[in-house]
């Protein structure tokens, strides 16, 4: 998904793409609407360190999750499926109706790749995919590959499972971010054909329908962004307004799995299923960004809340229900039988991202950093090319497999939305760190290594960010070139969990105060921003879930900063399961060197174990606390790293008895 930008100068042609290259398109101010707090820097402008633990990443996503995805789009069938259009294949149609919607997103991971290193080592494959693009589109604008290559009689008649404007959504998106990363308009003029096809059908005033996928009302939101027509605006509007009222059938899981059962000015229950809600949400707080309506405002307050607050996972995740991939009923949060899906973490914290340009809440910069560290990381292995579809919280021995939930992760789906999606979200990851707001303030959301570019309103200079975090927990600051001019101060974010933080201002340290906690961010003046050193508690800590969720009752997670860890069953002794350990009391916690590219350090801890039972119910004790039992000494885990020895048990919540 695009990061919000405005690019008011930026005209679409109907001439041959232009290859301006990457200065001058990626550093353009990034302007998400005149209702917002906050104004998001230019991708552009922040570099990552490559030395970073997401630095890393982001190197490892160009040079082996890009390719690999690439590759397989090819033994996939996606790109069969457009050549067969054209007779360019005889090979039969694979993969699901949206599989069109794989190519689009690895070429918007692609574009922000351009952005983020000016790499060309893709341009040879950008040009042959787009001119395959280009020739299956009809003159109409039309291009749906299911539809075109073998059912005519479904176009734009089946709105609810067809997908077709879902995957118009996601042409836009890579369509808009290859014009600014690399100033190339080939795609993003065929997509603005199929988008005009649509409009003449669908919008205001046109015939009913809206997809039953949203995903393709905040691409709007950013084609009018990107190219200052209003008609985009008022498509993605007219298409919100018309949820609701019973456009899609209520067949299958129901209109509650489309976000069809309500108006959307209404829905403060996040329902159906979890990407589909978290997809609508981020189109709906664009559309308010751009139209500053309180009630759009008020509605995704109220339904971030219930979705933060009573739905997500510990890591990050969502969606409690494989059956129809949604989310549950509150504090319905099965560990074992978990769906997290990979698309839903990354859809909430577009959501979440744009939640934080439109209103102050210390909360959304804390959940993307838990999601971006923890269920996110996870889903994807240390080699780049193997992931999760479904991230679960526990993994008892011998479970099985099931489709999108394998025991281990796998080099691609039938349904392969999430390794592209990772690949689009890690490589504009610098895009979420950093904010402006006011004019004369900068504010850090992310506490990752990197080297911002300043606006001239700020000075003009570079502001250096050193820092291991989350490995420990010192953020150092420092400025380069033009000093901030007075009045001008630093917003840092402080944790919730950061209790005891310091900040130390030449040589002198000063405790945040309660209210700097509160808020979420201590401030820095001008003056003193050069040479600040930001120190974040990095202890362990045990965090317990919410008494209803039943799940989870009687147990506890192991936390240390950012990082959720778990217990595999390769840390522990061959004769003791992951299943039988328990925590009758508080343990000692040592804390073991960090190894080379992980993201925090290994803790052992001391834990009892349970005698082996051949009954399955028993009669109660109140006392089980206090039975005796062998203690061993297991070692945990970062959760973002399980699995990456081989398939096995893992369970993140320990029983305390």
Request: glycine residues 8%; hydrophobic residues 40%.
């Amino acid at each position: 998904m695009v990061v919000p930008q405005r690019c008011e100068e930026q005209t679409v042609s109907s001439a041959q793409p232009q290859r301006t290259g990457t200065a001058g398109r990626v550093s353009v101010p990034a302007l998400p609407g005149t209702h917002a707090k906050r104004t998001p820097l230019g991708i552009g402008s922040v570099r990552i360190a490559a030395d970073s633990l997401i630095g890393r990443w982001q190197a490892r996503n160009a040079e082996r999750t890009l390719p690999h995805c690439i590759a397989n789009l090819e033994s996939s069938g996606v790109m069969d499926n457009f050549r067969r259009v054209i007779g360019e294949s005889g090979a039969e149609y694979r993969g699901f109706v949206f599989a069109d919607s794989d190519l689009y997103k690895v070429i918007e991971a692609v574009a922000w790749e351009i952005a983020r290193s000016g790499t060309h080592d893709f341009d040879a494959w950008l040009d042959e995919s787009i001119s395959l693009i280009s020739r299956v589109q009809e003159p109409t604008g039309y291009l749906h590959t299911w539809i075109q290559g073998g059912h005519p009689d479904k176009r734009f008649a089946e709105l609810d499972w067809t997908h077709e404007m879902y995957v118009l959504g996601h042409m836009i998106q890579a369509g808009v971010a290859l014009d600014r990363a690399a100033g190339r308009d080939d795609l993003l003029r065929i997509a603005i054909r199929f988008a005009a096809l649509v409009d003449r059908r669908f919008g205001p005033g046109r015939e009913d329908g809206i997809p039953g996928h949203p995903e393709i009302e905040t691409a709007l939101i950013e084609l009018y962004r990107h190219t200052g027509q209003l008609r985009w605006l008022k498509l993605a509007e007219h298409l919100v307004n018309q949820r609701g009222h019973g456009i899609l059938p209520n067949k299958g899981f129901g209109n509650r799995y489309y976000q069809d059962h309500i108006a959307v000015r209404d829905g403060v229950d996040p329902s159906g299923h979890a990407v589909r809600q978290l997809y609508l949400n981020a189109g709906v707080t664009d559309l308010y960004l751009e139209t500053g309506e309180e009630a759009l405002l008020a509605v995704m307050r109220e339904q971030w809340q219930r979705v933060h607050e009573r739905k997500m996972y510990l890591s990050g995740a969502f969606g409690s229900r494989h059956r129809d991939e949604s989310f549950g009923n509150d504090y319905e949060l099965p560990s074992d039988r978990a769906y997290a899906e990979t698309c839903a973490t990354i859809a909430d914290l577009h959501w979440t991202w744009r939640m934080m340009l439109a209103n102050e809440d210390r909360r959304y910069g804390d959940v993307m950093e838990r999601e971006l560290f923890n269920a996110l990381a996870a889903s994807v292995d240390h080699s780049g090319t193997r992931f999760f579809y479904s991230n679960p919280m526990q993994r008892r021995p011998d479970r099985f497999s099931e489709e999108n939930a394998p025991a281990e992760r796998q080099p691609w789906y039938s349904c392969a939305c999430c390794p592209p999606n990772i690949a689009r979200i890690i490589a504009q990851a610098g895009a979420y760190i950093a904010t402006v707001q006011g004019g004369n303030v900068l504010e850090i959301h992310q506490l990752i290594a990197a080297d911002i570019d300043l606006p001239a309103a700020l000075g003009g200079g570079r502001l250096v960010i050193q820092t291991r975090y989350p490995a420990d927990g010192d953020v150092a600051l420092r400025l380069e070139g033009s000093a901030l001019p007075p009045g001008a101060y630093l917003r840092v974010r402080i944790p919730a969990w950061a209790d005891g933080a310091t900040l130390l201002v030449d040589g002198q340290s000063r405790a945040v105060s309660e209210g700097e906690l509160a808020q979420g961010y201590v401030e820095i003046n001008a003056d003193d921003v050069d040479g600040a050193v930001l120190r974040l508690p990095m202890q362990p800590r045990w965090t317990a879930a919410h008494h209803r969720v039943d799940a989870v009752r009687g147990s506890v997670a192991l936390e240390r900063g950012p990082i959720l860890y778990c217990l595999e069953q390769a840390d522990l002794p061959q004769a003791v399961a992951a299943d039988d350990v328990y925590l009758p009391e508080p343990p000692a916690i040592t804390e073991l060197p960090l190894a080379p590219d992980a993201p925090a350090p290994t803790l052992r801890v001391g834990m009892h174990v349970h005698a082996p039972e051949d009954t399955l119910y028993r009669d109660a004790s109140w006392n089980e606390r206090g039975r005796s039992s062998p203690t061993i000494h297991a070692d945990m885990v970062p959760f973002s790293t399980w699995g990456n020895r081989g398939p096995g048990a893992m369970r993140v919540w320990i029983p305390v008895f």
